[in-house]
């Protein structure tokens, strides 16, 4: 019997059974570790801010331990706006497209989420109002020509609708206004005086932020002057005349209904020279008087509206004149006296509303008691007709 060694057997079948190993041993794709190994996830924007609108690339950034890209399924949330995608671009590298919200509100940034197999990340897309586009003034109804402060509130927005921070720049044709305030985001408030005028006008109010600029016009309804004042000149008729008169008055009035009450402060003067012949017992002497009156009344005024500007104005009165004279017979020295007496007045004024006053006509007459003058005696009924301008002064 012959014996054969049993190491060639040995051998053949361990190499048989190394051969189904290698058959049956898978085969690693070059990112099938990624599934166990950790990732890294890496957001970025471009541009890295937005305004209302705006679209936004958002590229994300898959990364093992080795810094390699690796590639998963990606999943984007926004928590306001939209999102669309994600599509791959390379290796481990995949972008969307982030649309911004159009209001924001109180929003200051948006947020967004990303995530990879396990791997997670956020990132805060910073947002702002865009340029402004519109301006609104709010001004109380109703606002009278009458000196005063009254408040104005501005607001800034973007073409959305959001308030926007810049700073309103103000500008009124006939009144005045002050810096703006801030109140918030987009409000501001402003302090605008009104003109003065005893008629109804109308004021432009301009505003400018950035870009955006608007035009209001205001109507004004008319405010009476509390005061007045009004110069005059005239022509002084009886008593000695025809002569220059010139006088002024002051004023202060109230509305009642569709009349306006007033007291009325006047003065005026005139003075009349008269020449004339004193007799002596050989002869005639030249004779001169100058006669000066100076009446001071205050006066119960009503006044009515005719027409859009023209008023009628009835005042009626009384108080105290002062009248003197100075006499001179040929050479001899001048003679003077003087004396108070009392004065009453009756005044029937037409006017015509300008911007700059209201021109007027008057007719006065005047009773003047007896002042008891060497020179001057009896009561007197002069009438003094009259021309000039009322002028607001409050």
């Not at 093992?64 to 306001?80: L, N, P, Q, S």
Request: glycine share 14%; hydrophobic share 45%; with cysteine.
């Amino acid at each position: 019997m012959r014996i054969v060694s049993g190491w060639p057997i040995v051998a053949l079948a361990l190499a048989a059974s190394g051969v189904r190993a290698q058959e049956q041993a898978p085969v690693r794709e070059p990112g099938a570790e990624a599934g166990a190994a950790p990732l890294e996830l890496e957001l970025s924007f471009e541009p890295r801010e937005a305004r209302p609108g705006d679209e936004v690339l958002l590229t994300a950034r898959l990364r093992g331990t080795d810094g390699r890209g690796r590639d998963a399924a990606v999943t984007v949330e926004v928590d306001a706006g939209d999102a669309k995608g994600p599509l791959r671009v390379s290796q481990g590298v995949y972008t969307c497209r982030i649309t911004a919200p159009t209001t924001l509100g109180t929003r200051t940034s948006m947020v967004v989420v990303a995530t990879a197999a396990g791997a997670a990340a956020s990132a805060a897309l910073p947002l702002r109002p865009g340029p402004a586009r519109a301006i609104a003034l709010d001004v109380p109804e109703g606002l009278g020509a009458d000196g005063g402060r009254h408040p104005i509130w501005i607001a800034v927005t973007d073409a959305h609708g959001n308030p926007v921070a810049d700073e309103p720049r103000l500008a009124a044709a006939r009144g005045g206004i002050g810096e703006p305030v801030p109140l918030g985001a987009g409000r501001w408030l402003a302090e605008y005086r009104a003109p003065r005028s005893a008629w109804a006008g109308e004021d432009v109010l301009r505003a400018s932020a950035g870009p955006a600029s608007v035009s209001r016009p205001l109507p004004l309804r008319a405010v009476p002057a509390v005061l007045t004042v009004s110069p005059r000149a005239g022509v002084i008729l009886g008593g000695g005349g025809p002569a220059l008169a010139l006088g002024a008055d002051a004023a202060a009035w109230r509305g009642a209904g569709r009349l306006e009450l007033g007291v009325v402060a006047a003065v005026a003067w005139w003075g009349i020279r008269e020449d004339g012949v004193a007799w002596a017992p050989r002869a005639g002497l030249d004779l001169r008087v100058d006669r000066t009156t100076i009446p001071l009344t205050v006066s119960l005024a009503a006044r009515a509206g005719l027409g859009a500007r023209g008023t009628a104005t009835l005042a009626l009165g009384g108080g105290a004149a002062r009248v003197s004279s100075r006499t001179r017979v040929a050479d001899q020295p001048e003679l003077g006296e003087a004396a108070w007496t009392p004065a009453a007045s009756a005044a029937l004024e037409l006017a015509f509303r300008t911007r700059i006053g209201a021109p007027f006509a008057e007719v006065r007459g005047y009773w003047l008691g007896d002042p008891g003058l060497d020179t001057v005696r009896g009561a007197g009924w002069p009438v003094l007709l009259s021309a000039g301008v009322r002028l607001d002064a409050y």
